[in-house]
Each structure stands twice: as C-alpha cells, then as structure tokens.
C-alpha cells in the first residue's frame, strides 16, 4: 500500500506541472482561437483578443515617431515652423488612419494578412492569383511566437520577422494584441 503522503505530493507536483505547462502554452492557444476567428471572419471572437485603446496609442505613437524623424529638424529659422505645422497635420492624419485602422474590421486584415496595413500582393500571387486564394498554406504561413517575458510574446511571420504582433497576458492564461511592430 502506498503512503498517502506521496499520493498526495505526486498529484500535487502533477497538477503543478499541468498548471505550468497551460500557462506556457497559453498564447499558442490564444494563437489557435484568432486563427478560428479569422477562418470564420468573426469580428467580434476576434475582438476579445485585442486591447483596442492601448493599440491605438502604440501604433499612433510609432507612426508619429517615423513621421517626426522624416519632417525637418532645426538647421534654420524657417525649418522648425515647417516641421511643426507638418506634425500638426500629420498627426491629425495619423490619428484618423489609426483609429480607421486599429478597428474590428481592421485588425481582421492586419491579422489575415500578417502585415501593417493594407497587404500588397507579392511576385508570385500577382503571376498566380488563382492558386494563392484556394490554398490555406498560401494565406496561413508559418508563425513563430517568442517570449519577450513572461507577460509579453512577439508573434511574427517566419518569412518577415521585421513585422510583428506584440501580445500581453490577460490574465494568467489570457492573451491581447497591444501593438503592431512595424520593424
């Protein structure tokens, strides 16, 4: 007969490590959910996923800073009035491409297409549109999730790293799109 000591202790290390191993393999799960919200164009399963405000702020903030950093800098007098006004409308330009991007139906295209913005056909869809739309492999290419913390993973397209979706922990096995990084 067993001790009842190490039954106990068994079932609890073995629980622990059930409970560890969801937790790792949460954000793959999260992953698994939006592809089933994707396939089936569900906006609002697709929602759940996604903390709309903070990603609106980040993908503003990152499209502000590429804009200030191309606008001109301080070598004249002239200069810093121009690069003030073209931050002034640029940044009312960001904001409303932002918030008409960074919606249900937006995410859904980011998401499907696993890039920034609206998604260009490359070379080989142009030359073969035909064969590219009927096949999932086509649409679905391979993702790699890495863990950038505990609370953070990077997911991203094996052929295009540069461009990455950036989830944070929901709770403890709950995963939400905060921000797009555009490389």
Do not use: C
């Amino acid at each position: 007969m067993k001790n009842p000591k190490h039954v106990v202790l068994t079932a609890l290390a073995a629980a622990a490590l059930a409970i560890a191993m969801l937790i790792y393999a949460s954000p793959y799960i999260a992953l698994h959910s939006i592809k089933a919200a994707l396939d089936a164009k569900d906006s609002t399963a697709l929602s759940q996923f996604v903390d709309f405000p903070e990603l609106r702020e980040n993908v503003k903030g990152q499209l502000m800073s590429s804009l200030a950093s191309r606008l001109p800098g301080s070598g004249s007098d002239e200069e810093p009035a121009l690069g003030g006004i073209g931050q002034a409308i640029g940044g009312m330009v960001v904001g409303a491409a932002v918030d008409q991007l960074v919606s249900p139906a937006g995410v859904m295209m980011m998401m499907r297409s696993g890039r920034f913005g609206p998604r260009l056909p490359d070379a080989a869809e142009a030359q073969a549109p035909d064969a590219s739309k009927g096949s999932r492999e086509g649409r679905a290419r391979g993702l790699s999730v890495r863990y950038q913390s505990f609370g953070q993973v990077r997911v991203f397209r094996k052929d295009d790293p540069a461009t990455a979706f950036i989830f944070r922990r929901d709770g403890l096995i709950g995963w939400k799109l905060v921000n797009v990084d555009m490389g």
